[in-house]
């Protein structure tokens, strides 16, 4: 069989999960830093009620970006998330048997799973898991979460994040990303190299300041207002929002160390108002039934 | 005695969660099975041990309410144990219940439950059952010789079955006895026990050639891998024009290879095709290096001079300046601890990798990507030593710098550092040291003794100096309360405080020692505590002549801390005058100032005596 294409890979991870019975989700409409700041895994692991989703993520990290020089490095590139809440006792089965329906052979290779937990402080977030190898090359992330929003979780979901640039280097034998073929005859670099070439130079020379600064306190104003009418899921929107226009502010290089630590406490506070309101929403949207 | 086998199935542990099983296993074992096992097998997919165990456990005397309470509590204990009152038994006053030995089976179930729930991790996670593990336990597999033993553990499956390698051979491996549980797994491509594993790594890396292993990488990859492959990879020549120690550090930090030498490189598997593997490994290395040389060769366009420039914004401690400030202080402070030129200048340049590039990358390396870009533009050879040597010793036994001019920067560099932290009131306390400050001080400690760097005391602030000569009560083979009476010495420099210690001790036993100690003690308990001795002495007020003769002798007395032996020989000449004076004179006189007087000469002999040290620390 002819070596899938970077979207015929996209599409193999979508029919494996489907078939699964995950919820098949399209990227979130504003921008995230990762594929675990979208809401429907964020939010969507709080709570008592169970939850299989998979969908493909643009992440957005401008301080990443070289302006598609380097090979390696994009201030956009693509993830792929699936949330298994909760935890499935085959899940590592489960995901092997994923890099084998993208074309992966798993006895040719050495694949591992090597300790790495995550711990995300700005938004209360911690779990234990791995990064997976492939040869020594980290191609998924993977988490078993136990705390989101300075919240115990009620039933632990499994995250699995593909590295999806890496993935497909290993499936198309292909030593850089600009080589990958995208569809039969167009590569990656047809398709995004412009693309990183034009937002770098936003991203470090062009975004302006001012503006995102006065952002950053409107998105703030507007979630703090949102949090107070009960309204959980807007209110989230704009505690992303908020952290997009801190790391554009961070890759100007706005930002001094000490109004940094100031930043990043102010979108923990969004966040944990935000988590906590979603959270009680849901027992009692879920509570037992008083007799 | 029949042959158990437990094995825990888990999801990849780190090597660290392995490592505590490995210490915990023997005695949670001992302590619910009444044995220790003969073997454990540690790995990332399981924790497996064999035990020999009795057929029966033993018998056991249950004791109940006291005797004098049968009437009330004797129908009650006995039906909890579904007996008759009429079989409780008496012992020592109380009744009690003969409970005979069981088969060991029927206890099995739960006591090993409880191993596994007794295992307690460093980091632990839940998953959904009701306990906690290092990563999630997915089967128990336990036989007592052919008896499958079923473990209730929170729905856990449990039974006579383990499974094969993850990728070459997932499916499930019925273990029909205990004892053919190695050489099943083995098999299907498992080796479940680490020091074969071990031996099998080293063997792998000796055929490649002559390894390396600087950060340790080997204990903890023994633990990563159950069908330990090692295999060998090269990656590009140009990569060794990048200091060593950075290809070394990408090697071995992330990636855990073992370099071969040259451009070659070994690493461990887990299996896989290994011209496969191996290409793949030599990719990503690639990979890592190239990000190093890119990062490498932007700070070296800066250049050391410029890297020196950029630190003036670059914050040391929040409320003491700069990393450029430091490079200030220690380039005076060398200057005072006697540097020469070379010196001075390695202390301008110390700090100028903290704003490099690489260091973020491998703050590890710091001091030694200072100490290359350094020798890239062209500085002498002292002057790159010196940089590279600031940090050491990084551990309480760690190598010192080898030239002098490094001891005296990294003496400098450990002064500054623990000056400004005590001035911001940045105190070590309890266990919680985040500025490493212990660690600084037994280093100055050990720079000023083993390192012959002449450290003035007068240079530490009054609590810098306590905490770091403190220091010594723990470092020194005396006993702590030399340390204190010698660091009430005289001597100007803190190696002499070292010195004064271990002088005092030596001499302990010795005559001198005793009449000096007897001297100081009888002059020090008389006058030692009182307020009435007079400013001066006056010799008019001289009753006796051997007020006379001590004031002379003590006034002529003059001691060198520096040399023990010596100055305990001269002031023991002074001994049988003090006997004397004690003899003739009565010191608590009724007239005031010619008591005032009697006790000066006391304190002036207590004092003079004490450029040695505090004598009354010394137990006699």
Request: with cysteine; glycine share 8%; charged share 25%.
């Amino acid at each position: 069989m002819a070596r899938r294409t970077y979207q015929e890979i996209i599409l193999a991870l979508e029919q494996y999960w489907a078939d699964y019975g995950c919820v098949l989700l399209t990227p979130y409409h504003t921008e995230v830093a990762a594929g675990t700041m979208n809401p429907a895994t964020f939010l969507r692991s709080l709570g008592p009620k169970p939850w299989k989703t998979a969908y493909l993520e643009p992440v957005i990290r401008p301080l990443d970006g070289r302006y598609g020089e380097n090979p390696m490095r994009f201030q956009h590139y693509f993830q792929y998330q699936v949330i298994l809440k909760p935890q499935p006792s085959d899940v590592l089965d489960l995901y092997l048997e994923s890099l084998r329906a993208i074309g992966l052979d798993t006895t040719r290779h050495d694949v591992r799973f090597v300790e790495d937990d995550w711990e995300q402080p700005t938004v209360g977030a911690w779990g234990l898991g791995w990064e997976v190898w492939c040869d020594g090359m980290e191609i998924t992330q993977f988490t078993y979460f136990q705390q989101l929003g300075g919240l115990d979780l009620d039933l632990i979901p499994a995250e699995i994040t593909y590295g999806l640039d890496r993935l497909a280097m290993i499936v198309q034998d292909k030593p850089t990303v600009f080589a990958l073929d995208w569809s039969e005859g167009v590569t990656w670099e047809d398709v995004y190299r412009e693309n990183e070439r034009e937002w770098s130079h936003y991203n470090f020379e062009e975004a302006s300041v001012e503006m995102h600064q006065r952002h950053f306190d409107d998105y703030e104003a507007e979630c703090k207002r949102l949090i107070e009418r009960g309204l959980p899921l807007p209110a989230y929107d704009f505690v992303l929002k908020c952290s997009h226009a801190f790391n554009l502010l961070d890759a100007r290089g706005a930002i001094s160390v000490t109004e940094r630590a100031a930043y990043i406490g102010r979108v923990r506070t969004l966040v944990r108002a935000v988590a906590q309101l979603y959270l009680e929403q849901q027992q009692e949207a879920y509570a037992e039934p008083v007799a | 005695m029949p042959n158990l086998l437990l094995e825990i199935g888990v999801e990849e542990l780190p090597a660290a969660a392995c490592m505590e099983a490995g210490l915990q296993l023997p005695e949670l074992s001992r302590v619910h099975l009444g044995v220790t096992p003969s073997e454990l097998f540690l790995g990332p997919r399981r924790l497996a041990f064999p035990a020999r165990v009795p057929e029966r456990t033993e018998d056991e005397w249950v004791k109940g309410p006291p005797e004098n309470l049968r009437e009330r509590a004797a129908v009650g204990f006995a039906k909890r144990y579904g007996v008759s009152p009429d079989e409780l038994t008496v012992r020592d006053g109380f009744l009690g219940l003969e409970m005979p030995g069981r088969p060991i089976e029927e206890v099995l179930p739960e006591r090993l439950a409880a191993i596994v729930r007794g295992l307690q991790f460093a980091k632990s996670m839940t998953w959904g059952a009701g306990f906690r593990f290092a990563r999630p336990v997915r089967w128990i597999c336990a036989k007592l010789d052919a008896k499958t033993i079923e473990v209730p553990l929170d729905g856990v499956p449990s039974g006579g079955v383990s499974y094969g390698h993850r990728t070459a051979s997932p499916g499930a491996v019925e273990i029909p006895s205990a004892d053919r549980y190695l050489e099943l797994l083995r098999a299907v491509g498992v080796e479940p026990d680490r020091a074969v594993r071990f031996e099998q790594i080293v063997a792998g890396l000796d055929a490649l050639g002559p390894w390396r292993d600087p950060l340790g990488k080997l204990d903890e990859v023994v633990y990563l891998v159950e069908a330990p492959l090692v295999l060998a990879g090269w990656f590009d020549e140009r990569f060794l024009r990048l200091p060593e120690r950075v290809v070394v550090s990408t090697m071995q930090s992330h990636q855990r290879y073992f370099p071969l030498g040259e451009n070659r490189f070994a690493f461990v598997a887990n299996g896989g095709e290994p011209d496969v593997v191996s290409r793949g490994n030599e990719f990503v290395l690639r990979g890592r290096l190239e990000d190093a040389e890119f990062t490498f060769e932007r700070d070296v366009a800066v250049g050391i001079d410029g890297l020196v420039e950029r630190t003036k914004s670059i914050t040391f401690f929040t409320g003491a300046g700069t990393f450029a400030d430091k490079a200030d202080r220690l380039a005076g402070l060398v200057r005072e601890l006697g540097g020469d030129d070379a010196a001075v200048q390695a202390g301008r340049l110390a700090k100028a990798d903290q704003a490099a590039e690489l260091v973020r990358e491998f703050p590890e390396l710091e001091g030694h990507i200072g100490a290359t870009y350094a020798g890239l533009a062209g500085y002498g050879e002292n002057v790159v030593q010196a940089i590279d040597e600031q940090y050491l010793p990084d551990t309480a036994g760690g190598p010192l710098p080898r030239s002098r001019a490094g001891a005296i920067l990294a003496a400098a560099d450990k002064l500054d550092t623990l000056t400004v932290a005590f001035g911001l009131g940045k105190r070590p306390t309890g266990s919680r040291d985040p500025f490493g400050l212990r660690r600084a001080a037994i280093g100055l400690c050990r720079l000023a003794t083993e390192g012959e760097v002449e450290v003035p005391r007068d240079l530490m602030p009054d609590d810098v100096r306590d905490f770091v000569e403190e220091r010594y009560e723990g470092m020194l083979d005396v006993p702590v309360e030399f340390v204190r009476a010698a660091r009430a010495s005289a001597v100007p420099d803190l190696g002499g405080v070292a010195r004064v210690a271990k002088g005092l001790h030596a001499e302990a036993q010795s005559e001198e020692f005793a009449a000096v100690y007897e001297a100081y003690d009888r002059a020090h308990r008389l006058a030692g505590k009182r307020d009435d001795a007079a400013d001066s002495i006056d010799e008019s007020l001289f009753e006796h002549d051997t007020e006379r003769e001590l004031a002379t002798a003590v006034a002529a007395l003059d001691l060198d801390p520096a040399d023990v032996d010596g100055s305990l020989q001269r002031a023991a000449e002074v001994a049988p005058v003090v006997s004397r004076f004690f003899d003739d004179v009565m010191v608590i006189a009724d007239d005031e100032r010619v008591r005032g007087n009697r006790l000066r000469v006391l304190l002036d002999l207590r004092d003079r005596l004490g450029r040695l040290g505090d004598l009354s620390q010394i137990p006699r």
